[in-house]
């Protein structure tokens, strides 16, 4: 599978994200390392590896739809650090040159265009990107790689409706146990991934890997594969 620096870098991007979240949110984390250091040196890393991801993808010539998720996470994460700063420039360099009022003279009160992309666009682009991502590798790729095995595992639209859903993922668990030649059981794979969600898949796929190594390396998820 093409990507194979790419990949690292996304997992970067993920934790990163997860320590800025866990400061914001978590006042003891929040009392312990929130300041301007903080600020400036997660911001950066952030947008850094953006950028590096982006290069990556483009570089590594990954294809179809993780390509088009891995831009937009990483564009989704540069353009957050870079939209904060021009929001800050603009709003301070209007100021500068009309007035400390201007922005309330005009009815808006601050910079109105970088402060959506900051806080709505960027965000929610990093989401679908991360979790896009994740799917495809953590289901996606597997269902593929099971299904050249042998497994007859049907598109995965069916795992997000309700009821079908549950029987979707009861024939990919299936799957798991054929191609692992019972190393591990439909029902313990199912477990994994009801209660541990996304943490499950990922256990998951570790094991699958190992079961279809020579498979798993040669599987590129298809735009048109679901």
Not at 10 to 17: M, S, T, Y
Not at 51 to 56: K, P, Q, T
Not at 98 to 119: H, M, N, Q, T
């Amino acid at each position: 599978m093409k990507g194979k620096l790419s990949w690292p870098i996304f997992w970067a991007l993920v934790g990163v994200f997860i320590v800025i979240a866990c400061v914001f949110s978590i006042p003891a984390f929040r009392d312990l390392l929130m300041g301007f250091p903080f600020i400036i040196i997660s911001g950066s890393i952030f947008l850094l590896l953006g950028v590096a991801l982006i290069v990556l993808t483009v570089r590594e010539k990954v294809g179809g739809t993780l390509k088009k998720l891995f831009l937009l996470t990483g564009a989704s994460s540069a353009g957050f650090f870079v939209s904060i700063l021009l929001h800050n420039f603009i709003y301070g360099l209007f100021i500068h040159f009309l007035g400390a009022d201007f922005w309330d003279r005009i009815g808006l009160g601050d910079e109105p265009v970088f402060f959506i992309i900051a806080v709505f666009v960027c965000p929610l682009g990093f989401l679908v990107g991360v979790v896009g991502s994740i799917w495809l590798w953590s289901v996606l790729e597997p269902k593929d790689a099971m299904n050249a095995k042998g497994a007859e595992i049907p598109t995965a639209w069916f795992s997000i409706i309700p009821i079908a859903g549950y029987i979707w993922w009861w024939g990919f668990c299936k799957g798991v146990k054929m191609v692992t030649d019972g190393r591990m059981s439909a029902v313990g794979a199912f477990c994994l991934a009801f209660f541990l969600g996304i943490v499950g898949m990922v256990i998951i796929r570790v094991i699958i890997r190992g079961a279809l190594h020579n498979v798993t390396h040669d599987i590129t998820p298809s735009p048109v594969s679901s």
